[in-house]
């Protein structure tokens, strides 16, 4: 066996770097880039980055490059031009849009069209991973891991890499216990960790569900403002709540409790999105304008956590079709859709109306 890192091991090391601020550097076939991610990028760092002599590049999502009316010509990754009086300040504006609103004479940004963008697409999907701003900066290198193995960075060549980094990774349960709770004293929570080490996730099993016929089952992304303190900005406290009263109130079922704070942007993203929707966005707009889809989340991770605990079908309790859709894509049997619309206050009823009209929900 190799004391070498696999690759998704690797891939966990260069989430590690750029959320330190730290360059990776990134190759495919004869293309070779230094990366730094937009919100952890010093002034000293982007010094030194663009006096390498390449070409230098912003990597932005197509979602952000439309709030900032540049284009897209590679489809979902736009390649914006770094000019030559730019800033690490200036490649942090272009990454984060707190101050669009401010300063609303941005641009015009100038976008590459030739050349290919593998590069920048993986740079994207390695900072969104990493639950960072999606956005890179990109100099271009003649020879990557020369200049890797001179100021000791990590390396990764995405030519060889396949889906690896939009797949999940294999989960295995690393403990168990029985955990006496309100609503049921026969529960037990079952901890889950990836291959890489990355985010754990849990699994709230109440009774002893029947893994022959369709277990009742939550799939609950963690709010830390919800569930914790009690935000009234949306519904998932009551919906936590809700969801294992039901559970143990027919004696048998299973609530999992996946690391996907905000959709799978992450907290600090979240409340930048509250704060766009202080400005007067709503929910979706908030996320495309940092640069985001609607939803982030792997649900996958829910359905490989269900067949390791040994179910196959599940009577799903969500207000999302595309949930109940991609628990089947994931090979997991929803045998009924399980309504659970809880929680509506003054505070949160555009954000829940917006759910409905834009995300498909049933409210």
Not at 76 to 88: E, G, K, T
Not at 131 to 149: E, F, I, M
Request: net charge neutral; aromatic share 4%.
């Amino acid at each position: 066996m190799s004391l070498a890192p696999s690759l998704p091991e690797t891939i966990a090391r260069l989430r590690a770097d750029l959320r330190m601020g730290l360059a990776i550097v990134l190759q495919h076939g004869g293309d070779h880039a230094l990366v730094l991610a937009a919100e952890t990028l010093t002034a000293a760092r982007f010094a030194e980055a663009t006096t390498l002599g390449g070409s230098a590049a912003v990597a932005i999502t197509k979602r952000r490059a439309e709030t900032l009316r540049a284009r897209a010509y590679d489809g979902d990754v736009a390649r914006i031009r770094v000019p030559r009086d730019a800033d690490a300040a200036w490649v942090r504006a272009l990454a984060d849009p707190s101050g669009d609103l401010m300063h609303a004479l941005q641009g015009p940004y100038a976008s590459l069209r030739d050349g290919k963008a593998d590069l920048h697409r993986a740079a994207i999907a390695l900072c969104k991973q990493s639950r960072l701003l999606p956005a890179a900066l990109l100099v271009a290198v003649a020879d990557g891991p020369a200049l890797a193995k001179t100021h000791h960075l990590n390396l990764l060549d995405v030519s060889d890499i396949g889906a690896a980094l939009t797949e999940s990774q294999a989960l295995y349960e690393v403990a168990a216990a029985r955990l006496p709770l309100a609503v049921s004293e026969a529960g037990r929570l079952h901890v889950f960790r990836p291959d890489d080490g990355g985010e754990e996730h849990y699994a709230v099993e109440i009774g002893r569900p029947d893994r022959a016929t369709p277990v009742l089952a939550r799939l609950h992304s963690a709010c830390f403002t919800g569930d914790l303190l009690g935000s009234l900005k949306c519904d998932c406290g009551p919906q936590l709540r809700a969801a294992l009263a039901q559970i143990g109130a027919e004696g048998a079922g299973v609530l999992l409790y996946l690391n996907q704070e905000g959709r799978g942007i992450g907290l600090a993203n979240k409340m930048r999105a509250y704060s766009l929707q202080d400005q007067g966005f709503d929910t979706v707009e908030a996320n495309h304008r940092l640069g985001f889809e609607d939803d982030e989340r792997d649900f996958h991770i829910g359905a490989s956590i269900l067949k390791r605990m040994g179910f196959r079908a599940v009577r799903l309790m969500t207000n999302n079709p595309n949930k109940v859709a991609m628990m089947q894509s994931a090979g997991l049997e929803v045998s009924e859709r399980v309504p659970l619309a809880v929680g509506r206050n003054p505070h949160n009823t555009g954000y829940l109306d917006t759910k409905a009209a834009k995300s498909g929900h049933l409210l």
